[in-house]
């Protein structure tokens, strides 16, 4: 049998928290469970390559081995939403690849090499990693891993995540609003509080909403409050927001869907769906192709 080897990335509803910090951009982004997975072997006698997207197509060209490579792609992940699809697929590319090669990368290594295609998210890492995402360097690190939902409410709405202004390009954003952030999320770490967490997710979401608009947000804030949930979470350069809650809060689900299902918000957010928060990063196996 031929040899195939695969890597699964999660995606993301978007970003605990994005901000300019001290002259660079800092990015923390969490995993659901919606996954790219992307499986590699060798093409055999007479058979054509299959077509990619064409990011992964340039993720697949710094191999040498690429051009004799069938790979194929499957994925679950929102497109043009702000929940990572197109970092997903590069890095389970740049996984897939090295490992039919006889080599892992590290999560470090993955990420910097994404970074040259497109600024990227930090679903590489296992741990929750501060990253730049212009850049890919590791800013900081925690081993706190928090058991938490959260309640994704994704619209129709697409954005090109590439043509969106920048934060520190951003007229309306504040930059001394956004330099308590990054702070406040080592202060939760520390201190374990995941109340703190949603604190300074919702301010994020609430500086970016300057700039990228979420239809809706003052309203799902003042239920949020009203429910006892964590706070809301925002895609920075997308159009999901999640709604951060402690696990037993699933169990609130219902009641807040009745209170927005025939309301405007539930009308414009029309795909909402709970999701686990988990620790990962990139999974990696191999099979009989």
Known sequence: MIRQVWARCPGSCGELFQIPYQGQELLLSYAIDRYATVKIRK????????????KMAQALQQFEQGKKLQIAHMTNIPLSKGCSSS??????????CSYYQGRRLSADEVTRRACRIEPTDSLAFRNWTVINPLTG????????????????????????????????????????SAAEIFP????????????????LATLSGTLNNQRLPKPFFKELEILVQSFGFLGINVAHSGT?????????????LEAFEHQIMNHSIGQY?????????????????????
């Open 43 to 54: 093409q055999t006698f007479g058979e054509t390559g299959t077509p990619v997207m064409p």
């Open 87 to 96: 970092t997903a697929d590069i890095l389970a590319v740049f996984q897939a």
């Open 137 to 176: 360097q590791v800013v900081w690190e925690t081993d706190w891993q928090p058991t938490l939902g959260v309640y994704i409410l994704e619209p129709c709405e697409r954005v090109d995540t590439l043509e969106i202004e920048r934060q520190t390009k951003s007229s309306t954003y504040s930059l001394e």
């Open 184 to 199: 406040l999320f080592q202060k939760a770490c520390q201190d374990r509080d995941v109340e703190l967490l949603g604190h």
């Open 240 to 252: 999901v927001l999640g709604i951060l809650l402690r696990p037993e809060q699933k169990a609130d």
């Open 269 to 289: 957010y029309t795909k909402r769906y709970y999701s686990s928060i988990h620790f990962k990063g990139i999974e990696l196996g191999e099979d009989d192709g």
